[in-house]
């Protein structure tokens, strides 16, 4: 049973440019959600996508933006790179009707921006 | 006020006890309830996960939910160094279950 699975592992980025990170669901889930956690906290709800929309977001300015694929993969855009955008980005997947809303998370993507 | 709450710790307990873990949150209507566990630099794990009042048990695991207190807690019997580790309650609510973190409890468990 396949995982989450996000790449690449690791980014280093300068400010003002821009990102894309990628996100695999666990096989079987229809739902994406993208987090950010900066150090020593909790991770921080940015938004979800659902049959290819994104359906709600968390406090995130515009930079940040998103894509679901057919297949239910899904893209995370940040464009601007500022340095407090320097976070552990983390991809959770479930299954949408399945009455028990839990999310599994992927590896997630280091990016550090300089 | 912070929608969900934890203690940031450390709480230390010595191995072979029980560890307490507790969390309290906001929004009444919450309805699912998740503790995860997530090792240092990597990402977080789900544990456990608990819908209805009262208590959940798996292996060492026990949750906890008392949605009159508004308050989620997670017991680990026998607790060993390997559940080291920094834990994270979440909670969801809201027409497409958003789920909300906790900053997380770091638990050291001393040999």
């Known amino acids: 049973d396949a995982g989450v699975t996000q790449s690449p592992t690791h980014l280093i980025k300068t400010r003002g440019q821009q990102v894309t990170l990628r996100c695999s669901p666990k096989s079987g889930h229809d739902t994406v959600s993208w987090y950010q956690q900066a150090l020593g906290q909790g991770p921080q709800f940015i938004f979800q996508?659902?049959?290819?929309?994104?359906?709600q977001r968390g406090n995130f300015p515009d930079r940040f933006s998103g894509h679901q694929f057919p297949n239910y993969s899904s893209e995370l855009n940040v464009n601007a790179l500022l340095l407090g955008d320097s976070a552990l980005y983390l991809c959770a997947s479930s299954l949408e009707g399945s009455g028990s809303y839990e999310q599994y998370f992927g590896p997630g993507t280091r990016l550090t921006v300089t | 006020q912070k929608e969900v709450e934890q203690n940031s710790g450390p709480l230390s307990v010595p191995e072979g006890a029980i560890a307490s873990l507790n969390c309290t949150y906001s929004d009444r209507g919450s309805q699912s309830f998740f503790w995860y566990r997530q090792y240092s630099g990597k990402s977080p794990e789900l544990i456990m996960f608990i819908y209805s009042n009262g208590d959940k048990e798996d292996g060492r695991f026990t949750a906890q939910l008392n949605k009159a207190s508004q308050y989620v807690s997670l017991l680990i019997r026998d607790s060993q160094p390997s559940d080291s580790a920094t834990y994270l309650c979440a909670v969801s609510s809201g027409g497409y279950q958003k789920v909300t973190f906790g900053i997380g409890t770091k638990l050291q468990v001393i040999p």
């Open positions: 996508y659902y049959e290819e929309e994104e359906r």
